[in-house]
């Protein structure tokens, strides 16, 4: 049996998949669904977020996008769900777009790169930009069209995974995993800290544990993941105020808009080295206020429906950690970083072993320390 130490969109996506597979699958977390997919915005947007030196990220990001579909799909069809539509999945694209000259020359240089990549961008001047995007600032003086860029809301996903699981009658077991068990230098199993709090240790033998913790998955193995936080907000409008994924850097800092088909708009997100702090912040909520404002003034007219701080797991180099580990019986899909909702259906395949050359991007035998 495989025991999946995680209910984020990854452990749940990957439980799913596995269960699908007819593998036995039993999933431990106190609190499914609850941390930074709850935070998250659902962005499947490997284009837009690219950086020169992370195109092995880009390649992942990529190949998990166009699993996107069909993953919805059939998850939908699981979960007992109308269409892929109920979870929100919209592919209008990223709009990147630039307020000076230096964000143009940026733009134009991104261009470049994801072109000799093959991968497709329009590049837009500030007037084309808001023929698009009607409400964008005046001062917007250019912009490039990710048109492959998609999103989804990660909510409805993780509600959806719940409910296939349920369906297809996988144990969920809602408590705290304290400690991984070991025969000698093999993983047998996992250590509960029981719901009741008798202090009775209970334990939950395995074949392979999966460990897809997120931000906490280094308090379990020797692992190079750190929480990362994010604050985030949403936004309500009676009408929507964009039809796609906005972008853009402001005062040096990146900030996006994504639009929910419910007249949500999701502002995001901070990034903050602050440890296992989940505190909302008024500095934070103020700096992504003034940032979303820049890019569309009308945000500040818009209703507050939530704030939120979630903690994403970090690698030194970025990428997740996916597959088995150094440790027999012990297996990786943690360290996901932003990419955790983008990168859910690849981890699931890697974890099937369906993926071998994708696979070694994200192998966890690249880091020494690994356990």
């Known amino acids: 049996m495989d025991v999946i130490v995680g209910g984020g969109v990854v452990g749940l996506s990957a439980a799913w998949r596995l269960a699908r597979a007819g593998r036995p699958v039993t999933l431990v977390d106190p609190a499914p669904a609850s941390g930074a997919s709850h935070a998250a915005a659902g962005m499947l947007a490997p284009i837009s977020e690219v950086t020169y030196t992370e195109a092995p990220l880009l390649r992942l990001g990529v190949a ?3 699993r996107w ?16 539509e109920a979870l929100d999945l919209r592919s209008e694209g990223t709009l990147d777009v630039a307020f000076g000259a230096d964000d143009l020359a940026a733009l134009d240089e991104l261009a470049a790169y994801l072109d000799k990549l093959e991968l497709p961008v329009e590049r837009l001047t500030g007037r084309e930009c808001r023929r698009l995007e009607p409400m964008l600032a005046p001062s917007v003086r250019g912009g490039l069209l990710a048109p492959g860029d998609s999103w989804v809301d990660p909510r409805r996903v993780t509600a959806a ?3 296939a699981l349920d369906r297809q009658g996988v144990p969920l077991v809602r408590a705290r995993v304290r400690e991984l068990l070991r025969d000698g230098a093999r993983v047998t199993g996992v250590r509960l800290e029981p719901p009741g709090g008798d202090g009775r240790p209970a334990e939950l033998p395995a074949e ?3 460990l897809a913790a ?3 998955s280094a308090g379990l193995a020797e692992l190079p993941v750190r929480p990362v936080k994010g604050q985030i907000m949403r936004l309500r409008s009676p009408q929507p105020l964009l039809t796609r994924c906005v972008r853009g850097t402001v005062h040096g800092t990146p900030v996006y808009l994504v639009p929910r088909g ?3 708009l999701v502002v995001g997100a901070t990034q903050e080295e602050m440890g296992f702090d989940t505190r909302v912040t008024a500095g934070g909520l103020y700096e992504l206020l003034r940032d979303a404002r820049e890019l569309v003034p009308g945000v500040t007219e818009l209703e507050v429906a939530d704030v939120v701080a979630g903690l994403r797991p970090g690698t030194p180099d970025n990428l997740p950690l996916i597959g088995p580990s150094r440790t027999p019986g012990l297996t990786l899909a943690t360290g996901h970083h932003r990419g955790g909702v983008l990168l859910a259906p690849l981890t699931a395949d890697i974890l099937l072993g369906e993926e071998g050359e994708l696979a070694a991007l994200c192998a966890p035998g ?3 320390e690994i356990s």
Not at 69 to 81: H, K, R, S, T, V
Request: no cysteine.
């Open 69 to 84: 579909p069909a993953f919805a799909a059939e998850l939908a069809a699981d979960a007992g769900l109308a269409g892929p």
């Open 161 to 163: 995974l719940l409910a």
């Open 262 to 264: 419910d007249g949500e």
């Open 208 to 210: 392979r544990v999966v």
């Open 214 to 216: 997120g931000a906490w």
């Open 366 to 368: 690249r880091f020494r």
């Open 64 to 66: 998990s996008l166009r």
